[in-house]
């Protein structure tokens, strides 16, 4: 199994951890350098880990267990208005980001309101193509408990919520944070940043379960390997100007090129002596008609053959 883990530190001699993940088959999700800064998301076989912590050791850097690596958030607002956008959603982004996830902000069409509230088939298919979904809601436990659960009910991906009030429990999601409603300005006192601390790490532990549930019916090929090679096979991929073009999920890659110009391609890369549109779905993304690859686990391939 890997695990992902976030490096700090400087770019000298950094390349002795690109020569360990050569070696043991682990991968580099995301390279950022900033002057002679180097933050590294990176993807290592578990049981390599001391290893990696001994180089890491010797260059004076620092490596945390950052399990958000790979997994793509939505953060889901019952309106792009200034009424629920920007400061609570913004906040969870962004701390959902420093813990490494990749995040997109939602606004829905008509979910607010007692009467009007809903979600249409488009905006839940949407919110589906992520790995994890993370609803903004507002301050009142009577409207949160009587009118929003069925704009996150029965959808096929794991669910956080966050609110106003404090409640023990709520009924279709994976967890609930109190104490995030609507609020005026930016989150900065320590308390507000410890509630965006525990929706990331909330958001955590779902990843890895989800990862846990996977290796019981494990994909036909690892999602680091498909990004590997269609950045290799397909350059513009990697060349394209959007953030994250080869985007890693839990399941799969999205791929930030039209689908119409470039779906045969991506379908005839060769992925471990595989073709991966034998192996995957390659369809057309809500976002854009960008290319979202989701990689089939091996019961299924066995089905679609």
Known sequence: MLKFLLFEGGLY????????LEDVGGFIVQKTVAGLDLIMNLA???EELGRLERIV????????????????????????????LPHPACDIAENLRRHGAKTNILGLARGVGQKIVHSSPKERELIEEHDIAVFTLGNFERCIKGFKIPLFKDLKIPVIVTGGPYLDS???CQGYVGGIGRYPERARTGEMIDKLKSVSELAGKVAEERRRELDLDPLVVEPTVV??????QVPEAKEALSPNPVTLKIDGVRIKLPYPEYKDRISDVEVQGKRLGDVALI???????YVLVKIYPQSMLQKVK
């Not at 793509?72 to 309106?79: I, K, N």
């Not at 369809?283 to 008609?289: E, F, G, I, T, V």
């Open 13 to 20: 001699k950094h390349e002795l951890i690109i020569e360990f």
């Open 44 to 46: 290592v076989p578990e």
């Open 57 to 84: 050791a010797e260059l004076k850097g620092k490596i945390t267990i950052a399990p958000l690596i790979g997994v793509e958030v939505a953060v889901v607002a019952p309106t792009l208005s200034r009424h629920h």
């Open 170 to 172: 709520l009924p279709e």
């Open 227 to 232: 990004k590997e090679e269609v950045e290799r």
């Open 283 to 289: 369809k057309r993304s809500l976002m854009r008609d």
